[in-house]
């Protein structure tokens, strides 16, 4: 199953997530993204806008490519792939 | 007068809790979050803080314990469908009078929640949101669940109902810079009055258009700027294009109103029927953000002037408050425990409050200041806090 890691600010908001192996089921990215909202409900609400579509300062990579699909997410999460969920830095 | 005072600062939330006669800052909340707008519901003492994380979006957050914890809410959303006809950064040809040939739409996503507003002791659980770009929420359930006023944002001020189609009147609503940080110039609705003595009564203020009214509990909404005037529009009595900075009202005399705009102050005795400018130039009150009416006496009002327009800091390095007694007729300058000499403080739209006697500002400089005595003489409550985005008593 794909494993994810983020940036330890969400922890912040969802402590739930700190020191956890979070995996989930392959499948599109969207969907590994609710899948982690189903352990911490409104984790989407903080990567994601109204329409689901990522966040403006927000990177998701999946090993190590950022996703193409950044408006509905269907980028492919392989079985033995990781996501990475980051903001995104613009230096400063 | 209150015992709180809720500040929004670039770095958090900072309340202070008047003991024994003086001000105490808390330890700030909301740590390392901007924080545009904090204030606490009259009703029931729940305080509100509006969130503006750089990358997680704006949320609102809310504390049912005098501010001891905190918990965010995502609710505020967009519906599926809510588009806004795109507006761009005017450019020096720009003519806000010509729409484009082709209007270009975009979906509506909560970029800024900017303004949190209550509503009267008889919708208990009902609270207002504005938010950039250009939207006004409801919530009637103390913010666990909102709503977007759709006849404001489907008036046909703004192109008509998107939601059924293309535009089917002119787009008058015109973009803030306070959007531009969200890589947008859209309006944003920064004032919600809500009339005590009728809850379907209510007034917004958008930036930039102006001001609208409904009287039907937000079915339908009438432009209310009769009698503004605009120095930046080929025709400055234009019915849209206003720039409202910030609209409020007497509380114990609501058609008494105040409009501190781009273009100076505006004075309403008769419900925003007609505005009446009341700017004394001469004097160095006209341009600012803030504006504050005293509440029983709606001749009564206090503004933060600043240098217009581009410069937007404390005129000649001094820092002063102006109060009018007479429906702006007059007004009264007070320096008196202010700084005079290289002040560059520039005080925003949400931050001047004013409670009984007492009022308080605070700056984009991280200067707090306060006033027993209606605004003749202050007092520094500190000078070190982050930039300053609203000021509210509790």
């Known amino acids: 199953m794909p494993r994810v890691e983020m940036t330890q600010q969400l922890y912040r908001f969802f402590p739930q997530l700190k020191s956890q192996d979070i995996t989930v089921p392959a499948g599109s990215a969207a969907e590994v993204l609710l899948a982690i909202n189903e352990i911490a409900p409104g984790f989407t609400d903080y990567v994601l806008d109204e329409h689901g579509a990522l966040r403006r300062h927000v990177n998701l990579c999946i090993n190590n490519s950022v996703v193409i699909d950044k408006i509905k997410l269907s980028d492919r999460v392989a079985d033995d792939a990781t996501v990475y969920i980051f903001q995104s830095l613009s230096g400063g | ?394």
């Open chain 2, 1 to 394: 007068m209150s015992d709180m005072i809720l500040l929004g600062t670039r770095k958090g939330t900072i309340i202070f809790d008047r003991i024994n006669a003086s001000w105490q800052p808390r330890p700030i909340a909301h740590s390392g979050v901007p924080v545009c707008y904090a204030a606490r519901d009259p009703r029931d003492g729940t305080l509100w803080a509006s969130l503006d994380h750089g990358h997680w979006g704006p949320k609102l957050s809310r504390s049912r314990d005098g501010g001891a914890s905190w918990v965010d809410i995502s609710s505020l959303k967009y519906p599926l469908g809510a588009r806004y006809i795109v507006k761009y950064l005017p450019t020096p040809d720009f003519n806000p009078e010509t729409p484009s040939a082709q209007p270009e739409y975009s979906d509506a996503t909560v970029l800024k929640i900017w303004n949190i507003a209550f509503g009267n002791a008889n919708q208990p659980g009902r609270l207002y949101a504005g938010t950039i770009p250009g939207g006004l929420f409801v919530s009637d359930d103390g913010g666990d669940s909102w709503e977007l006023n759709n006849p404001l944002w489907s008036h046909h001020s703004r192109g008509g109902d998107l939601f059924a189609g293309d535009a089917s009147s002119v787009n008058h609503w015109n973009g803030t810079p306070a959007s531009i940080d969200y890589g947008v110039f859209e309006p944003g609705i920064h004032s919600i009055v809500v009339d005590p003595r009728d809850s379907n009564h209510i007034y917004v203020a958008v930036s930039t258009a102006g001001v609208i009214e409904t009287t039907d509990g937000g079915q339908s909404w009438e432009g209310r700027n009769r009698g503004m005037l605009m120095d930046y529009l080929p025709n400055p009595e234009s019915e849209w294009g206003h720039d409202p900075h910030f609209v409020t009202n007497c509380p114990g005399q609501p058609d008494h109103l105040w409009q501190q705009n781009h273009c100076g102050i505006f004075y309403s005795d008769n419900g925003a029927t007609s505005w009446q400018k009341v700017s004394k130039p001469d004097l160095g009150v006209n341009f600012g953000f803030p504006i504050v009416a005293d509440a029983n006496d709606g001749r009564a009002a206090w503004v933060v002037p600043a240098r217009a327009d581009s410069e937007r800091m404390a005129i000649d390095g001094g820092l002063f408050v102006a109060r009018t007694t007479d429906g702006g007729q007059s007004w009264q300058s007070f320096r008196n425990g202010l700084p005079q000499n290289n002040a560059y403080d520039i005080v925003l739209r949400h931050g001047l409050d004013v409670s009984g006697d007492c009022l308080c500002f605070g700056s984009t400089t991280g200067n707090v200041y306060l006033s027993a005595d209606r605004g003749e003489t202050w007092q520094c409550l500190g000078s070190n806090f982050p930039p300053i985005y609203s000021v509210r008593f509790g």
